[in-house]
């Protein structure tokens, strides 16, 4: 089968992995780069051997050589980038989170509908082995049905290029609820079976970003001294679905905490489940009258390679991407939410539909 000829929108570290990810896959050939900051784009066509650069998206999108994009930009610019490429009859593969906000998601979600492209969320976890093992398992009924799950992705000092676009609520529409959380959502909400949400109760904290003498390890993407920081650096929230399953979640860039953590803890009326990304997946269940924990064994996998032979497998066959643009929305909406309660430090409604 021929290969399938990529453009990729944004050079940053993400476009790395999908990048590699299209090149192990034997399934497609990236061809044309683009970015506004010309030193990216030449240093990362050196480096994987690409030969069409660009610095404006919108002239790249012009280009007929290559039929699906992966968007990798800032969040600000994934609804213009995605709605852009299928107009130009492109496939496209979004990265994480969907949007800027529920109404640029919308604009997303009717414009794959009406272009009838292919537009897959970037929701990588989905395709990691503790996930895929869980949802086996989920999917054989052995936990029965699922009434009530936490979620939590906690790091102490991770609060990524302070100051820059990623702090900057205009441009990334919001701090580690919608950079790191939509992740954890995805993969718990996923897992619970996709319910529809109808409520959330939710706060946003921000106590660490805006210190002047803000300590840290590590950060990922470059400090802006000076910058903007106006969004939060903690948030939690009790999500109500329509099925009256529960989800709560804590998510943060910042804590005084005396560990980091990426889990989610299931609870089915059968069994129980706890999935830690990178350490494992334990079931907790009972057994000839004795409480058990299983704990599965399994391969690893390259989630990023998983996520674009999917995307490549959806191109070619026609069948719905998981994640969907629909699974996308379904996210967002939780997001926007989360967002509003804790603005209004109230409960709020999710509209159906």
């Known amino acids: 089968m021929e290969k399938i000829r990529i453009g990729i929108i944004g050079c940053g570290t993400i476009a790395k992995h999908h990048i590699e990810a299209y090149q192990k896959s034997g399934k497609a050939e990236v061809v044309a780069l683009t970015d506004v900051v010309p030193e990216q784009v030449e240093a990362l066509a050196k480096t994987y051997g690409i030969g069409k650069t660009y610095t404006d998206y919108r002239k790249m999108l012009r280009d007929d050589s290559f039929s699906a994009v992966s968007v990798c930009a800032p969040n600000f610019l994934h609804c213009d980038a995605t709605i852009r490429a299928m107009e130009a009859g492109k496939h496209v593969l979004c990265e994480k989170p969907m949007a800027l906000n529920l109404p640029h998601a919308q604009r997303m979600y009717d414009a794959a509908g009406k272009a009838k492209k292919v537009l897959m969320i970037a929701m990588c976890h989905r395709f990691g082995a503790e996930g895929q093992t869980l949802k086996n398992i989920i999917n054989s009924g052995k936990l029965g049905g699922i009434y009530h799950s936490h979620v939590s992705l906690l790091r102490r000092r991770g609060i990524p290029g ?4 990623f702090t900057t609520k205009s441009r990334a529409g919001g701090g580690p609820l919608i950079d790191i959380g939509v992740h954890a959502i995805d993969l718990t909400v996923w897992l619970m079976g996709n319910p529809e949400p109808v409520a959330v109760s939710a706060a946003t904290y921000t106590k660490f970003g805006d210190k002047k003498d803000y300590t ?11 910058g903007v920081f106006d969004v939060e650096d903690y948030a939690t929230a009790l999500i109500r679905f329509k099925n009256d399953a529960t989800l709560t979640l804590e998510c943060s860039w910042a804590a005084n905490i005396p560990e ?9 009326d059968k069994a129980g489940a706890r999935i830690e990304i990178g350490k494992g997946v334990k079931i907790a269940g009972q057994s000839d009258g004795s409480i058990t924990d299983t704990v599965p064994h399994y391969a690893p ?18 069948k719905q991407p998981i994640p969907s643009a629909e699974d996308g929305l379904r996210i967002q909406k939780i997001i926007d939410a989360i967002y509003r309660s804790g603005n209004l430090k109230r409960e709020v409604r999710i509209k159906s539909g």
């Open 162 to 165: 302070l100051g820059g676009w």
């Open 216 to 226: 840290y390890v590590s950060m990922w993407g470059k400090p802006v001294p000076g």
């Open 260 to 268: 980091e953590t990426f889990y989610s803890s299931i609870l089915g």
């Open 301 to 318: 996998r390259d989630i990023f390679l998983e996520e674009v032979v999917h995307f490549l497998d959806c191109i070619n066959t026609g």
